[in-house]
Every structure is written in C-alpha cells, then in structure tokens.
C-alpha cells in the first residue's frame, strides 16, 4: 500500500514499479484485444499505461484492499470500452469467431479461468516432482516413468511382465516408491 500511496503523490519511481510489476497483467490484455480496428500494438500499451495511471489515482485503498484486482478490473472495463466505442464509431460488428492474423478465433484468445500465478504455481509444482524423480534410483525412475505414462488398467502386470519381476514386488516396489518421493517432496 505504501507503493501505491507513494505513487498517488506523484512519485515517478513509485509509479514505474508500479507499470513494471503489472505489466504481465497489461500484455495478457492487450493479447486479448489487439485486433481493435485502427490501433497498432503501441498504441494499445500506452492506452494500458494511462489505464494503470488513471487506477493509481483512483485507487481508494478503504474500498479495497487489493491494489492488482482494482487494476484487472480497470483494465478489462477500459480495454472493452475502447473495443465498443471503436465498434460504434466503424459502424462494426465483431464475432468472436473471426480469426486474426494468426489464425485464432477471437473467442478462444478471451480470458481463461487459469491466471498467471495458477500457471506458475502449476509449473513450480511440476518442476517441484520432475526434480524429486531425479533424486530416485534407476529402477525407480522407470518404475516412476511407467506409472506415469500408462495410466491404464493392467499396467503394473504389463510391467512386472515385461521386467520378469513376480507382481507382488511391483505392488510392493510401488508403494515403497511412493513413500520414498514424498519424503523427497517435503524436502525439495
């Protein structure tokens, strides 16, 4: 809050953070509406500029307590606002299954139920697994490996089979498996 405070007042350092730390939040809306007639990409980051200005000055922190979501709102009522007006003034209609330039509906570039830290959190946790099966030994590892590429029934006899390992040890070597990685996640 001190940031936003600093900012309000006119601090363009504090302001520059500010542009600095959203500006994934500004890409991911300019992705969604840079097919606006009339406006180059440019034109549309200095429009999310002035949008995460205007949100600073306006910002009421006894409203709100979360500086990023006033933002998001802002920027998607702006952007959607500049998209109707251009609209209007062209006469237009869009569809949402009009395709841009690289060969994408419209519909599918609209916002997506996963945000970016979902993503990152997602990929960290992914990062977080791939770097405790690493830790494993070989006969693990492809134990691991198999059990996460064939998901379907009968897999753990495929396996004991191919290996000409008796299917009781591969029941046995797969919960110790399973023991052993979350030893290793809690510590990784």
């Known amino acids: 809050m001190e940031l936003i405070l600093k900012a309000k007042n006119n601090d363009e350092i504090s302001k520059n953070i500010i542009i600095n730390k959203y500006k994934p939040l500004l890409y991911k809306n300019l992705n969604k509406y840079k097919y606006i007639v009339g406006y180059e990409f440019e034109d549309l ?4 500029v002035l949008t995460i200005l205007k949100a600073i000055k306006e910002f009421d922190e006894e409203k709100s307590s979360s500086f990023g979501a006033y933002l998001k709102f802002a920027l998607n009522n ?13 006469k237009k209609t869009t569809s949402l299954n009009v395709t841009n330039e690289e060969g994408l509906e ?10 970016i830290e979902k993503i990152y959190m997602e990929n960290m946790e992914v990062q977080r697994i791939l770097d405790s099966i690493e830790k494993l030994d070989i006969e693990e590892k492809e134990l691991c490996k198999h059990l996460i590429k064939d998901e379907s029934r009968g897999s753990l006899k495929n396996f004991s089979d191919n290996k000409n390992i008796p299917y009781h040890k591969i029941l046995y070597r797969k919960k110790v498996l399973s023991k052993k990685l979350k030893a290793i996640l809690k510590n990784v």
């Open 106 to 115: 419209i519909i599918d570039l609209l916002e997506d139920e996963k945000t």
């Open 78 to 90: 702006n952007f959607a606002y500049l998209c109707r007006r251009e609209n209007d003034e062209n």
């Open 45 to 48: 980051y200095q429009y999310g």
